[in-house]
């Protein structure tokens, strides 16, 4: 199946609207409204999942796996750092707080980059937590 897609320099956004959001509310879901934009991400992925562009299946698939990926390493390994190392030791404070900054800008960086990808109406797989891309 071949997607005719716009001549990107004539064009303001090349890319697919649907996987523009979908990489938008992966970023809106870090930094502004946690939870919510989850749910609106996890709403979206339930309409346009079997979507016929490939391009809008990639783009919701990784923000939707990445999501639940990220949030989970993310939360389960800061819960182990303070339950190993204990709410009262300062180098628990230290390692989980340099942890959860670092994994959570780094997950912003991806982000970004998703989201450029997407509005360049390039596919995208996230490294290491992102599912294999289908083509």
């Known amino acids: 199946m071949n997607i005719e897609r716009k001549d990107p320099l004539t064009h303001l956004m090349p890319g697919p609207p649907i996987a523009v959001l979908a990489e938008s509310l992966f970023l809106i879901n870090l930094m502004l409204l946690p939870g919510l ?5 996890l709403l979206l992925w339930w309409r346009y999942h ?17 999501c639940i990926w990220g949030g989970g390493l993310l939360v389960s390994i800061s819960v182990a750092i303070f339950a190993l190392g204990g709410l009262d030791n ?7 707080v340099l942890y959860f900054v670092l994994f959570h800008a780094g997950l912003i960086y991806l982000g970004v980059m998703g989201l450029v990808r997407a509005i360049n109406g390039h596919s995208w797989r996230y490294p290491l937590v992102g599912p294999r891309r289908d083509d």
């Open 50 to 66: 079997d979507h016929a562009d490939p391009l809008v299946r990639n783009h919701l698939r990784q923000t939707v796996v990445t």
């Open 90 to 96: 300062p180098w628990s404070w230290v390692i989980g």
């Open 37 to 41: 934009a989850f749910v609106l991400l």
